[in-house]
Each structure stands twice: as structure tokens, then as C-alpha cells.
């Protein structure tokens, strides 16, 4: 029923900036919060960045505490992550997930999330 689409990655050289989006459709959008989550071989899924439902909360992981930046435009049931001073080591599958609560918080917490996007590939070259 809830449907994520990400958008948005690429190749980009390190220093630059890119912009992921995701796309929800389903019901009831502002209920769900909101979060980014990065994949690498080798590596565990890691939670970057994280919104609550109205936009008025946002969490970070350290990695990208500074760089990267969530947000929420809820009339266009839309997640973007925007994304600059990147670096090679934020080359991973990058997927966005939602979460239905009644709370306006924000979480890192991979296991609080239940549907997730297809992801969009994030390269950075040195």
C-alpha cells in the first residue's frame, strides 16, 4: 500500500552535491516519519539522517552531522536529502523508509521502520 521511489544519484567527485528525493504514495502521508538510510558491502545499514512527521524534528548520524540535510515538503508527499561536501565514503545505495507513529519524533533506529524505498546509488569519486 505504501509505495517509496528514490531519485536523484549519481557520480559525482568529492566535494560536490547531489540531491536524493523520495516519493511517497499511499494514505495518510504526514503520518509516517521519515528517514535516509545508506547500504555498503561489507557494511550495516546505516540510518544518516532521520525527520518526524511535521518536519520539525531532524537527527543525524555523526558521519554526516553538517553536510547532509533532511527535509519534508508534506503537500508534495516528498523526502529529499540534500547532500554536500560529500565523500568517498559516502558512496553507498542510499534508501529512504517510513515509519506510521503518532509521536513527532525522529528516530536512527533501523528496526523502527516499515516500508521501504528501491534506493538510488550515490558515487563519489577522489
Same mark, same amino acid.
Given at each position: 500500500?505504501?509505495?517509496? /521511489?528514490?531519485?536523484? $544519484?549519481?557520480?559525482?567527485?568529492?566535494?560536490?552535491?547531489?540531491?536524493? #528525493?523520495?516519493?511517497?504514495?499511499?494514505?495518510?502521508?504526514?503520518?509516517?516519519?521519515?528517514?535516509?538510510?545508506?547500504?555498503?558491502? $561489507? !557494511?550495516?545499514?546505516?540510518?544518516?539522517?532521520?525527520? #518526524?512527521? #511535521? $518536519?520539525? &524534528?531532524?537527527?543525524?548520524? +555523526?558521519?554526516?552531522?553538517?553536510?547532509?540535510?533532511?527535509?519534508?515538503? &508534506?503537500? !508534495? &508527499?516528498?523526502?529529499?536529502?540534500?547532500? &554536500?561536501?560529500? !565523500?568517498?565514503? +559516502?558512496?553507498? /545505495?542510499?534508501?529512504?523508509?517510513? +515509519? @506510521?507513529?503518532?509521536?513527532?519524533?525522529?528516530?536512527?533506529?533501523?528496526?523502527?521502520? +516499515?516500508? @521501504?524505498?528501491?534506493?538510488?546509488?550515490?558515487? /563519489?569519486?577522489?
Amino acid at each position: 500500500q505504501v509505495q517509496l /521511489v528514490e531519485s536523484g $544519484g549519481g557520480l559525482v567527485q568529492a566535494g560536490g552535491s547531489l540531491r536524493l #528525493s523520495c516519493a511517497y504514495s499511499g494514505r495518510t502521508f504526514t503520518m509516517y516519519r521519515m528517514a535516509w538510510f545508506r547500504q555498503t558491502p $561489507g !557494511k550495516e545499514r546505516e540510518c544518516v539522517a532521520a525527520i #518526524s512527521r #511535521s $518536519g520539525i &524534528n531532524t537527527i543525524y548520524a +555523526d558521519a554526516v552531522k553538517g553536510r547532509f540535510t533532511i527535509s519534508r515538503d &508534506n503537500a !508534495k &508527499n516528498t523526502v529529499y536529502l540534500q547532500m &554536500n561536501s560529500l !565523500k568517498p565514503e +559516502d558512496t553507498a /545505495v542510499y534508501c529512504c523508509a517510513a +515509519d @506510521w507513529t503518532y509521536t513527532e519524533l525522529a528516530t536512527l533506529g533501523r528496526r523502527e521502520y +516499515d516500508y @521501504w524505498g528501491q534506493g538510488t546509488q550515490v558515487t /563519489v569519486s577522489s
